[in-house]
């Protein structure tokens, strides 16, 4: 009985951990679009050489990594309300740990970064 409680702990913690890091994506990818990537980073984005597109892209890229760092270590410090219910330990989820879909979250929503993206591939596709 106290296994299959475990087990059903750790899905709601799953739960939980995904929830926080794709809640925390949309809003600091929202948060960044706004005031971190200024517009002005994208006028004349069609006028831009694939060189500079590419710079501007990775650029994009490691900011999100970094943003991803450290909202992965934030979201770490908020505590789960089962921890330590029938032996489970949170901080033991290796999910919790890998922050891979808050990097995703960031990366799917980010709006200046699919735009210039898709200014890329299509002067690719020429």
Not at 74 to 94: A, H, K
């Amino acid at each position: 009985m106290k296994l299959d409680m475990i087990t059903f702990i750790k899905c709601i913690a799953l739960m939980y951990v995904s929830i926080l890091f794709v809640l925390s994506g949309i809003f600091i990818t929202h948060i960044c679009d706004l005031y971190i990537f200024p517009k002005s980073l994208s006028q004349n984005d069609n006028l831009k050489s694939m060189s500079i597109l590419t710079l501007e892209i990775a650029f994009i890229v490691g900011i999100v990594t970094i943003l991803s760092y450290i909202g992965r270590n934030i979201i770490q410090l908020i505590p789960f309300p089962l921890d330590n219910v029938y032996g489970f330990q949170y901080e033991r989820l290796s999910e919790l740990k890998s922050g891979a879909l808050l990097s995703l979250s960031l990366l799917l929503y980010n709006l200046t970064l699919s735009s210039k993206i898709n200014i890329l591939k299509n002067k690719l596709a020429m």
